[in-house]
């Protein structure tokens, strides 16, 4: 089992950034993929960010390519989302994930399916006010 724990939400103006934070804790298995999605009021939850588990390569939803930048520290058992020129449609609750279906070479849209995902935290609410 892998226990996920996410801080660093908040609440922020329009065109500024966050970074949060992924803690993992637990058995975790040797290679894991990571990723951050998020979910607003009254929609579906959506893949915002992944990386794999060495962190040589990076998948981002499309919107938030180049401004949003996913990295992870494995000697901390880490995953970080920095999080610049935010905006009101980034306003959401911010999850973080864990899956070892996503392999290296895996295509974006294994990264981007949620149910390739095993482990998540209970979230980090940011709001993005304009």
């Known amino acids: 089992q892998v226990q996920l724990v996410e801080s660093g939400g908040g609440l922020v103006q329009a065109g500024g950034s966050l970074r949060l934070s992924c803690a993992a804790s637990g058995r975790a298995p040797p290679r894991y993929a990571m990723g951050w999605f998020r979910q607003a009021p009254g929609k579906d939850r959506e893949f915002v960010a992944a990386i794999t588990w060495n962190g040589d390569r990076t998948h981002y939803l499309d919107s938030v390519e180049g401004r949003f930048f996913i990295s992870r520290d494995n000697a901390k058992n880490t995953l970080h989302l920095q999080m610049n020129s935010l905006k009101p449609d980034d306003t959401a609750v911010y999850y973080c994930?864990?899956?070892?279906?996503?392999?290296?070479?895996?295509?974006?849209?294994?990264?981007?399916?949620?149910?390739?995902?095993?482990?998540w935290g209970q979230g980090t609410q940011v709001t993005v006010s304009s």
């Open positions: 994930a864990a899956g070892v279906r996503p392999g290296t070479y895996s295509s974006r849209s294994t990264y981007s399916n949620r149910y390739n995902y095993d482990y």
